[in-house]
C-alpha cells in the first residue's frame, strides 16, 4: 500500500482487488463469491482524533490500518459480510447473515435481470399479447421489492414494463407508455416467482393483459421532443483568468479559510471529514446518511413502492460521469469514484464529484446615506457535488462552504417521474395524469445527512431555542416584547418541529464561551420546517424509515452507526438504525454526539415535471452562532469593477468603480 495514503482517502482499485482476493481464498473452491458492495470503513474515531491531533502538530503519525468491508454472495443465495484489514492483508471476519436480509443491489446484475426478464418465456408470451406495432418493443424497470411480508425471506426483484416507441430511438422515453402487467423474480436464481397485474382504475381492479392502445410517447430527447427552434441563449463564461482559489492536495482541500477532506463512498456519494474554517474546528463528519421514497398509491402491487437509494442501490455506486460545461461550471477539479463487478474486480467511475467554486450573489452590503459610499463583498461558495442516477430519478447532492463560516447542504432532484398505466378518463386523487393513459402518483423524498459536530471540540451540546412573547406586565406595558426560551436534548432522541415559535436547533459547545455575546459558541441548523412521511405509523415505509418521522435526530457517537435506517434496507423490515439509537436513554449532552437532519419533501407532480422534471431544490444551513467575535468575511476584498469586469448591456464599458468611495 502506498505510504503516503491517509486514512480518510477514497478506496483505491489495489486495495478493492486484495479485499475480494483475501475473501476468495478464505472461501472453498465451490463458494462461487459475488460481491455487491466493497469500500472503506471509517477508522475509529478515538484513534483519528490522535492521528489529527499529530498531523496538525508534525508528529509522528500513528499507524492506522485500511480496512474494507465486502458484502457478497455464496452458494447463490447466502449473503456474507466481512471485514479485511488491507494494510497487512488480512480477514478480520466474515459473517453468513440471517436469511431475509439482503443486500445492496449491483448494477451489473439490474442490467443482467432486465435482459433476462424481457427474454423469459413466460414474459414473452405476456408481451406478445400486446399485439405491439411494427418497431415497437418493450423496456424493463427493475424495481426494489420493499416489503408486505413478514414471511417473505427470499430476495426479490419487481419489474415494472414499458412500452419503447418504435421511432429507432435509443433514447426515447419509455416512462410515458407504462403497462399493466409487472413480472417479479427472485435474485440471483432468476426463478420467476409471479406476474402481478396492475390497475389502471380507481380501485385495485385489474385486467388480463390485451392488446395495447398506441398513444404518442411523451419525449424528452431534443432528437424527439418537437421543438425545433430554440431559443437565443448566449453563452455565458465563467472563467477564472489567474486560477482557481483553492487547492487540492490529495483528499485535502484548502479554500478562503476553509480546510477538509472528501472521499468518495460507493454507498453516500462522498463524505467530507475534518473541517476547519479559519483555524477552529467545526466537523468532524458531513454525509448524506440515507433516503427513502415512499409513494402514496394504496393500490397493490404499488404499496410496495418504497425505495432506500442509499442502502439498496448505493448513491456512489449510481454516481454519473461528470462533464465539462454541463454539470459543473468555471474551473473544475474532479474526483475519480469505485466501483466492482461481480467478480469483485474494481473499475473507475470517472469524475463523479465535481470540486469548484462559484459566485453566490451578494454576502454584505451596507451604503452609508450621509456619504453615499458603500462597502460590498460578493459571496463565493466551494461546492463539492455529485449526482447519481437511480432508475429514473437523478439526485443531485452539493455541500456548499462559504465564505462566512457557513455551510449550505444542497438537494436537488430532477429526472423522470415513476410512472403507471391510467385508463381513458379516469382520475385518482393520489397522482396527477401527465400524458396519454400515464399517471405520476403523489410520492415523497426524505433525506437523512448525518453531521457529526465538532464545534471547538468533539463534546457538543444540542439546544433549541424557540422565539416567544413576553406576558404583558410591568416590564412589557405595551405587550410588544418578545425573547427566546432554551432547551436541551439531554437524551438520544429527537426534536420536535414548532414553526409557529421559530424553533431553531442549535449545536453548541458548553465549554467555550464567547467573549462577546458571553455565551457558548455554536453552529444553527437552518432549515424550514416540512412535511415528514405520510404513511401510517405500523405500516412497513414507518417501521423501515423511523429517521423519516422527525426532522432533527440527536444520537451519541458510536463507531460505525452512519446510516439512518440501519446497514441493510433492501427489503427490511424495521429500522436498525434511528430506530434503536434515538434511544431516549444515551446522554447526548455536553457528548460526543450526532446530529441527523431530516430534509423532506412531498412531491405532488405537475404537468410541467414530465417528460423530464426541472430540478426541486432544498436545502439544510449550517451557520455559525455566537461562533465568531464578528463577522468572519471582513477580511474578503471589496467588489469593484476593476476585479469583477462586467459588461454594461449597451456594449459599452463601465467608468471607475462600480462601487463609489471617498475613503
Request: with cysteine.
Amino acid at each position: 500500500m502506498a505510504p503516503t495514503l491517509h486514512p480518510f482517502d477514497s478506496a483505491k482499485d489495489y486495495e478493492i482487488r486484495l479485499t475480494s482476493k483475501l475473501i476468495k481464498d478464505s472461501h472453498s473452491a465451490d463458494a462461487d463469491c459475488h460481491f455487491v458492495q466493497i469500500d472503506r470503513v471509517d477508522p475509529p474515531k478515538k484513534d483519528m482524533i490522535k492521528y489529527l491531533e499529530a498531523e496538525k502538530h508534525g508528529l509522528p503519525l500513528p499507524v492506522i490500518p485500511r480496512v474494507f468491508y465486502a458484502y457478497y454472495y455464496t452458494n447463490t443465495l447466502d449473503f456474507n459480510k466481512a471485514l479485511v484489514n488491507v494494510t497487512v492483508g488480512h480477514v478480520i471476519t466474515k459473517t453468513k447473515l440471517p436469511k431475509g436480509v439482503c443486500g445492496p443491489l449491483l448494477p451489473d446484475d439490474m442490467m443482467e435481470w432486465e435482459a433476462h426478464c424481457n427474454n423469459h418465456p413466460i414474459i414473452k408470451a405476456e408481451i406478445e399479447k400486446l399485439k405491439l406495432p411494427p418497431g415497437y418493443t418493450v423496456r424493463n424497470d427493475p424495481w426494489i421489492y420493499a416489503t408486505d411480508d413478514p414471511n417473505e425471506k427470499r430476495p426479490l426483484v419487481q419489474f415494472f414494463m414499458y412500452v419503447l416507441a418504435g421511432n429507432g430511438h435509443t433514447e426515447s422515453n419509455h416512462y410515458s407508455l407504462p403497462l399493466k402487467f409487472s413480472p417479479v423474480f427472485e435474485c440471483f436464481t432468476k426463478k420467476f416467482v409471479r406476474i402481478d397485474y396492475l390497475p389502471g382504475g380507481f380501485d385495485d381492479t385489474v385486467t388480463p393483459t390485451l392488446p395495447w392502445k398506441e398513444v404518442p410517447a411523451v419525449e424528452y430527447h431534443p432528437d424527439l421532443n418537437g421543438e425545433s427552434v430554440f431559443r437565443d441563449v448566449k453563452p455565458l463564461y465563467i472563467t477564472q483568468p489567474e486560477g482557481p482559489s483553492f487547492s487540492v492536495e490529495g483528499s485535502k482541500i484548502k479554500w478562503q479559510g476553509w480546510e477538509f477532506r472528501v472521499a468518495a463512498s460507493a454507498r453516500e456519494g462522498f463524505a467530507i471529514y475534518d473541517a476547519y474554517f479559519k483555524g477552529r474546528q467545526v466537523f468532524y463528519r458531513i454525509a448524506l446518511s440515507e433516503m427513502t421514497v415512499p409513494y402514496g398509491d394504496p393500490r397493490a402491487p404499488y404499496h410496495r413502492k418504497q425505495a432506500f437509494d442509499l442502502g439498496d442501490c448505493g448513491f456512489g455506486t449510481n454516481g454519473n460521469h461528470l462533464n465539462l460545461g454541463c454539470d459543473c461550471l468555471g474551473v473544475i477539479k474532479y474526483m475519480d469514484g469505485m466501483g466492482i463487478h461481480a467478480n469483485g474486480e474494481p473499475f473507475v467511475i470517472p469524475n463523479t464529484i465535481c470540486l469548484h467554486e462559484q459566485d453566490s450573489g451578494i454576502l454584505y452590503k451596507h451604503v452609508n446615506y450621509r456619504t453615499n459610499n458603500a462597502v460590498v463583498a460578493r459571496k463565493r461558495e466551494f461546492v463539492v457535488q455529485t449526482i447519481a442516477t437511480v432508475a429514473n430519478y437523478e439526485y443531485v447532492v452539493n455541500v456548499k462552504f462559504v465564505t462566512d463560516g457557513s455551510i449550505d447542504i444542497e438537494a436537488r432532484a430532477t429526472g423522470i417521474l415513476s410512472t403507471m398505466p391510467i385508463d381513458e378518463n379516469v382520475k385518482v386523487p393520489w397522482g396527477t395524469i401527465v400524458g396519454p393513459n400515464v399517471m405520476a402518483a403523489y410520492h415523497q423524498h426524505i433525506l437523512s445527512f448525518r453531521i457529526d459536530p465538532a464545534v471547538d471540540g468533539h463534546k457538543n451540546s444540542v439546544v433549541y431555542d424557540d422565539t416567544l412573547k413576553l406576558p404583558r406586565d410591568k416590564l412589557n406595558p405595551y405587550g410588544i416584547g418578545f425573547v427566546t426560551d432554551r432547551k436541551f436534548v439531554e437524551k438520544a432522541g429527537h426534536v420536535e418541529q414548532s414553526p409557529f415559535t421559530h424553533r431553531i436547533c442549535k449545536i453548541i459547545n458548553e465549554n467555550v464561551i464567547n467573549p462577546v455575546s458571553k455565551t457558548p459558541v455554536g453552529y444553527k441548523i437552518d432549515m424550514p420546517a416540512r412535511q415528514m412521511i405520510l404513511a401510517d405509523a405500523d405500516s412497513f415505509n414507518v417501521k423501515r424509515a423511523k429517521f423519516a418521522t422527525e426532522q432533527v435526530w440527536v444520537t451519541k457517537y458510536r463507531d460505525h452507526e452512519l446510516f439512518a435506517a440501519g446497514e441493510f434496507t433492501n427489503q427490511s423490515q424495521k429500522d436498525t438504525g434511528l430506530g434503536e439509537w434515538a434511544n431516549g436513554v444515551d446522554p447526548v449532552r455536553n457528548e460526543d454526539i450526532v446530529v441527523w437532519a431530516t430534509l423532506g419533501f412531498t412531491h405532488i407532480p405537475r404537468v410541467e415535471d414530465f417528460p423530464v422534471m426541472p430540478v426541486e431544490i432544498h436545502n439544510i444551513r449550517l451557520v455559525p452562532f455566537n461562533f465568531f467575535d464578528k463577522n468572519p468575511a471582513l477580511d474578503l476584498p471589496q467588489a469593484n469593477q476593476s476585479f469583477n469586469k462586467s459588461t454594461l448591456f449597451t456594449g459599452e464599458q463601465p467608468e471607475g468603480a462600480c462601487c463609489k468611495t471617498k475613503i
